[in-house]
């Protein structure tokens, strides 16, 4: 690891970078700086495409939000989520786009309001076409800054992604996206619930690849399905009995109150699948109404955990 100390603000911010990389921890937010550095001569010559600003409120149903595993440990929750958008494209060349967005949602929650939570943040995306026409397949990359505040204290935190995708369109009523995703969040270093373990419980990193197929039934009627695999750190949480029973397998633990007084989160490995489809029916030109349901399944050691996610949203682009 570099210990060198520079005054010049720039040299030190790149010293930090250079840091980073050697000792195997280069984050999303590294990558989205450089990223945003090496664009930013491009985009001051680009041409301005239009602006970008959409708004949707979703409500949906869980009934795992805790990824418990027995079922007498399960707490359900209504969640009301807003998200609000607003940003613009940047044409770089014929088949290249950028796109820098400032984002903002919220997570509201019926039963539980202490995991109540607001997410503000950045996002940028270049997207490269492959050719000419309206069925040539094309590349992505994405990467994005968020600061999670919570009701909760312990739950406050700094997110970040960066993500590869790739798609095309088979048909005029078919199209496929293939994405993965690394995500990293940085979370406090809370005091431990078992001698020897961390307490950093929500600092956390997983990668996620999915698989995405659209199928255009009508011309208002959109037919979303796919699958999503997860290998990394998930939060579950259970009766602080459970602590010496999964003393092995456990990261990070703290004890959390949130739920009750007797609870305890942990941090765990774990292999998640997801299975998921949505149908989108389209208003107009601007809005759509769409149902979504969502299967998750997950495997930590011998632990298994189930979630069904039920949701409705409203979306409206300007």
Request: with cysteine; aromatic share 12%.
């Given at each position: 690891m570099l210990k060198t100390k520079v005054v010049n603000p720039v040299i030190n911010k790149i010293v930090e970078i250079v840091d980073h990389a050697f000792s195997g921890a280069l984050t999303a937010f590294s990558l989205l700086t450089v990223l945003g550095v090496l664009l930013t001569p491009c985009m001051a010559g680009a041409e301005w495409a239009e602006w970008i600003i959409d708004a949707n409120v979703t409500g949906m149903h869980r009934d795992n939000i805790n990824w418990a595993y027995g079922p007498g440990e399960k707490y359900r929750d209504y969640i009301l989520n807003p998200h609000f958008s607003v940003g613009r494209y940047y044409q770089l060349a014929e088949n290249t786009r950028a796109a820098l967005t400032v984002n903002a949602q919220g997570e509201f929650y019926k039963v539980y309001p202490r995991l109540n939570c607001v997410t503000t943040g950045t996002s940028l995306s270049i997207t490269q076409k492959l050719?000419?026409?309206?069925?040539?397949?094309?590349?992505?990359?994405?990467?994005?800054i968020d600061y999670l505040d919570s009701s909760d204290d312990n739950r406050k935190s700094w997110l970040s992604t960066i993500a590869f995708?790739?798609?095309?369109?088979?048909?005029?009523?078919?199209?496929?996206?293939?994405?993965?995703?690394?995500?990293?969040?940085?979370?406090?270093?809370?005091?431990?619930?078992?001698?020897?373990?961390?307490?950093?419980?929500?600092?956390?990193?997983?990668?996620?690849?999915?698989?995405?197929?659209?199928?255009?039934?009508?011309?208002?009627?959109?037919?979303?399905?796919?699958?999503?695999?997860?290998?990394?750190?998930?939060?579950?949480?259970?009766?602080?009995?459970?602590?010496?029973?999964?003393?092995?397998?456990?990261?990070?633990?703290?004890?959390?109150?949130?739920?009750?007084?007797?609870?305890?989160?942990?941090?765990?490995?774990?292999?998640?699948?997801?299975?998921?489809?949505?149908?989108?029916?389209?208003?107009?030109?601007?809005?759509?109404?769409?149902?979504?349901?969502?299967?998750?399944?997950?495997?930590?050691?011998?632990?298994?955990?189930?979630?069904?996610?039920?949701?409705?949203?409203?979306?409206y682009s300007f």
């Amino acid at each position: 690891m570099l210990k060198t100390k520079v005054v010049n603000p720039v040299i030190n911010k790149i010293v930090e970078i250079v840091d980073h990389a050697f000792s195997g921890a280069l984050t999303a937010f590294s990558l989205l700086t450089v990223l945003g550095v090496l664009l930013t001569p491009c985009m001051a010559g680009a041409e301005w495409a239009e602006w970008i600003i959409d708004a949707n409120v979703t409500g949906m149903h869980r009934d795992n939000i805790n990824w418990a595993y027995g079922p007498g440990e399960k707490y359900r929750d209504y969640i009301l989520n807003p998200h609000f958008s607003v940003g613009r494209y940047y044409q770089l060349a014929e088949n290249t786009r950028a796109a820098l967005t400032v984002n903002a949602q919220g997570e509201f929650y019926k039963v539980y309001p202490r995991l109540n939570c607001v997410t503000t943040g950045t996002s940028l995306s270049i997207t490269q076409k492959l050719g000419y026409g309206a069925r040539v397949p094309w590349l992505g990359l994405e990467g994005t800054i968020d600061y999670l505040d919570s009701s909760d204290d312990n739950r406050k935190s700094w997110l970040s992604t960066i993500a590869f995708s790739a798609g095309e369109r088979f048909s005029e009523r078919v199209d496929a996206v293939l994405r993965y995703a690394y995500s990293y969040r940085n979370g406090k270093d809370l005091p431990s619930a078992q001698p020897g373990a961390s307490g950093k419980v929500f600092n956390m990193e997983s990668h996620k690849v999915s698989v995405n197929v659209n199928t255009l039934i009508t011309q208002k009627l959109l037919l979303s399905t796919g699958y999503a695999f997860r290998y990394g750190d998930i939060n579950s949480t259970m009766d602080e009995d459970y602590i010496p029973f999964k003393k092995s397998h456990t990261e990070a633990v703290i004890i959390d109150n949130v739920y009750n007084d007797t609870d305890a989160t942990f941090k765990l490995r774990a292999n998640v699948n997801e299975i998921f489809v949505n149908a989108g029916y389209a208003l107009g030109d601007h809005s759509s109404i769409n149902l979504g349901y969502t299967w998750v399944n997950g495997h930590s050691y011998n632990w298994i955990y189930h979630e069904n996610v039920l949701q409705a949203s409203f979306m409206y682009s300007f």
